[in-house]
């Protein structure tokens, strides 16, 4: 039973580009978390979707940065027009039970 | 909102014991879980208490006490491989959405 995939594992953008990460989750797991982690911070909360459906975005930025699961294919965090200040790690974690959530190995970004 | 309050760093030698503790301040308190991460890693979910008391996996024990807002993670028999941070998280809102603690640094000396 293959874990959560995230892709890429490093991403390195220059500023202004678009940056796109992919997260696949554990097979039958439909709760979707997307987390991001500043160096030697803890994980911040960012968006919580299910299939088709985003459940709670309060911790997304308001401009340039969107989530969605759709129905087929694996959950993306869009990023547009990145700024240095975006370079972080990206954690997608999914869930059954909402209270044990099973991370990805994340998507390293760095913003040049 | 929601906060949450733990150690930044802890030091223990091989075969002791520890506890991190953890102090919330949320609304529609849900549980309290808690969260391994070695440097560069994913987290990886280690015990979770909806209840008060005490729950018990292996080494590890959690313990929750919602009167106090408070729970603490105990590891018993440390080893090296322990050395890594620990976060606590709570699960609040009709969303159980998780928010994280800033994590506490444990390093385990031979």
């Known amino acids: 039973n293959a874990g959560v995939m995230q892709n890429p594992r490093h991403l390195v953008r220059r500023r202004g580009q678009e940056a796109r990460l992919r997260c696949s989750p554990m097979?039958?797991?439909?709760?979707v978390y997307w987390y991001r982690q500043l160096p030697e911070e803890g994980l911040k909360f960012m968006v919580y979707?299910?299939?088709?459906?985003?459940?709670?975005e309060s911790g997304m930025p308001k401009e340039r940065f969107s989530a969605e699961f759709p129905k087929e294919g694996p959950s993306i965090l869009r990023i547009q027009q990145v700024v240095r200040g975006d370079s972080a790690a990206y954690f997608c974690?999914?869930?059954?039970?909402?209270?044990?959530?099973?991370f990805g190995p994340g998507t390293r970004l760095t913003v040049t | 909102g929601q906060s949450l309050e733990q150690p930044s760093e802890v030091t223990a030698v091989e075969g002791a014991i520890v506890q991190i503790n953890c102090t919330y301040q949320t609304s529609g308190f849900y549980g309290l879980s808690w969260y391994q991460q070695h440097d560069g890693g994913a987290p990886t979910f280690l015990s979770y208490n909806g209840l008060d008391g005490l729950e018990e996996t292996g080494r590890f024990s959690s313990f929750l006490s919602r009167s106090d807002s408070y729970g603490y993670l105990l590891l018993q028999e440390l080893q090296m491989k322990d050395s890594a941070s620990y976060f606590c998280?709570?699960?609040?809102?009709?969303?159980?959405?998780?928010?994280f603690g800033s994590g506490t640094q444990l390093t385990v000396l031979p």
């Open positions: 979707l299910q299939k088709e459906n985003i459940i709670d």
């Open positions: 974690a999914s869930s059954q039970t909402n209270y044990e959530q099973y």
């Open positions: 998280a709570v699960i609040s809102g009709s969303a159980r959405q998780l928010t």
């Open positions: 097979k039958g797991h439909s709760h």
